[in-house]
């Protein structure tokens, strides 16, 4: 368990992953199959980090404020490709990185301090309620995960991850540390897309 401020394997994407949500990866570079391994090995997190710029198989920049993530499943493709499922852990801050002769990105970092528990306040029940139909509809990759419907935070990650949303909106909501106001960012990109879909084409 990472308790401290130390160095972890990075895997830079063009996507944000929350706590406790799921991330599904297929992997065939060497340099990430490579870390997968060891993470297995040592039953450790890597880190994952939104890009900022660049691409996921060469050069990137990305922002500081990431998820670490532990594979909780994997498997061995027919075509060789490695699909490993993960699962958000806590969040961190990027204090320093650096690229490894492999390829591999590695960085320093701080952890941030875990979501207070916040009970989901009464006038977002409905929220909850719509998440779970949601959750349910979404097949395997949702099937096993812990479910926390009374938990404003959990629901407002949730949320983030499953509406299509910009990247820089969803990392915006990974950054914040108060679960309530996370909660209500989500609920005014929820607002603004129902306003477009009653406004129609101009």
Sequence with gaps: MITDAVNIPLFPLHS??????PLPLR???ARYLDMLGMCLKSATPFGVLLIRSGSETGPATTWEIGTLARIVDWYQGSDGVLGVTAIGEQRFRLVSSWQRVDGLNVGEIDLLEQDPGVPLPDEYRSLARILAGVL???GKLYEG?????DDAGWVAYRFAEILPIAAAEKQACLEIDDPLARLELVCSVLDAGRGTV????G
């Design 16 to 21: 944000v992953l929350y706590p406790g949500g």
């Design 27 to 29: 992997i065939f570079e």
């Design 198 to 201: 009653e406004q129609g084409p």
């Design 145 to 149: 995960l812990e479910r926390h419907y």
């Design 136 to 138: 349910d509809d979404l």
